[in-house]
């Protein structure tokens, strides 16, 4: 078995050395910046690496973590519980170890966990989360972060010391993968700050964070909802997954053709879409969305009151998403729709999950739509990065 903390350096002291708020921040609770996930990196080792942490890992408010060289497949997803670390539960629970340091694939509707090649140290007052990067929303790979002694997925306890770890299951998809593929992404959070409608509801007066919503639609969130007319695009309003499509290979980029994957799903003459029980829908928001460069925001998890489907897996929206500061002019929020066991027609602005914004500690030193790893700034409904354009001309209703 892989020991991840055999390769974790001591802290040699630095950590408590240093003051409790950071240099530039200018609050003392909050999700932290690029900038300070940086020092995190070079100066008080809270995140480190068995392989030095790459420059384009950086997000303007998230890091980017690595798969590692070995993937275990298991029997069946698994929390390790207080009582147990993750490499404990697996004696009991892989069926197969694979060396992924060249490639290896994943298979749909299997589960794997794979050891990260980051790990953390983290101080007082500081916690973390996980989620899947955007684009492998898009791919439907559920997957999902794991630490030792963990009771929660995607969530890392204050002060966590150990390795981290991904549960990858592809659900319509098979993908190649290798050591440093990168499918989930980390936030850093200082303290616990407060998160209320009413602070929101200030968000929305002064940027009109998602635009044509009144302030007070505003409970547990700010509400996004779905767009199934397609005015804007000529009646397209979304993709549906080809269940029995080839292989991604998960670093290629602009690299497969779109129809080879997916159906292009038109507006209904009359009433809703009706979504298909375990079909997976790429559809977008209604409303354009924004993220002020001072603040992050959440997609909220599914939510049995609108209905039975899941949206949204990917769900971190960094600093500058949308917004005139990052050439942003608003975007779409593209949303990943599962239904499950029945079908179910989902309506035109029927509201498909809720916004959370939380600040930062201070402003990003980069902000979202500056630079290459932006890959959805300006974005109406698209595809995750993998597939080429598709040219208007080959979209068309039948």
């Known amino acids: 078995m892989l020991s991840p903390k055999n390769d974790i350096p001591p802290r040699q002291g630095v950590l408590n050395e240093l003051a409790a708020d950071s240099e530039g921040a200018e609050h003392s609770t909050g999700i932290l910046p690029s900038q300070e996930l940086e020092r995190q990196v070079r100066v008080t080792r809270e995140i480190i690496a068995v392989e030095p942490i790459q420059d384009d890992q950086y997000q303007p408010a998230s890091l980017d973590l690595r ?93 966590y010391s150990g390795p981290l770890y991904a549960e990858v299951s592809p659900r319509t998809f098979s993908v190649l993968v290798r050591k440093g593929s990168r499918l989930n992404q980390i936030r850093i959070r200082r303290g616990n700050p407060l998160s209320s409608d009413e602070g929101m509801k200030r968000l929305q007066h002064e940027y009109q964070v998602v635009e044509a919503i009144s302030e007070d639609q505003i409970r547990n969130g700010v509400p996004v909802s779905v767009d199934v007319r397609g005015s804007a695009s000529g009646g397209l309003i979304g993709y549906k997954a080809k269940r029995h499509a080839g ?18 799903v038109f507006a209904p003459h009359h009433g809703g879409l009706i979504l298909d029980p375990e079909d997976f829908y790429i559809l977008a928001s209604r409303e354009a969305v924004k993220v002020p460069p001072k603040y992050a925001a959440e997609m909220i998890a599914y939510d049995t009151l609108v ?70 700034q300006r974005q109406g409904l698209a595809l995750s990065k993998h597939f080429k354009p598709l040219p208007r001309s080959d979209v068309h209703p039948l």
């Open 307 to 376: 209905g039975e489907f899941r949206v949204h897996y990917a769900g971190f929206f960094d600093p500058g998403f949308g917004h005139p500061d990052a050439g942003g002019e608003g975007s779409r929020a593209v949303l990943e729709v599962r239904s499950y066991e029945v079908p179910f027609v989902i309506e035109h602005g029927q509201v498909v999950g809720r916004l959370a914004y939380e600040r930062l500690t201070a402003q990003p030193s980069r902000l979202y739509g500056s630079g290459a790893s932006s890959s959805y």
């Open 67 to 159: 798969l590692g060289p070995v993937a275990y497949r298991v029997r069946a997803s698994f929390l390790p519980g207080k009582d147990a670390t993750v490499e404990q539960r697996l004696e009991d629970l892989a069926m197969h170890r694979m060396d992924i340091s060249n490639g290896g694939v994943l298979e749909r509707g299997c589960v794997y966990i794979v050891p990260l090649l980051e790990h953390l140290l983290l101080r007082r007052r500081t916690s973390a989360m996980g989620n899947p990067k955007s684009s492998t929303g898009r791919l439907d790979i559920f997957t999902r972060l794991i630490t030792d002694h963990g009771t929660e997925f995607d969530r890392v306890r204050e002060q």
């Open 247 to 264: 292989l991604i290979d998960i670093d290629k980029i602009r690299y497969y053709e779109a129809l080879d994957y997916w159906e292009p």
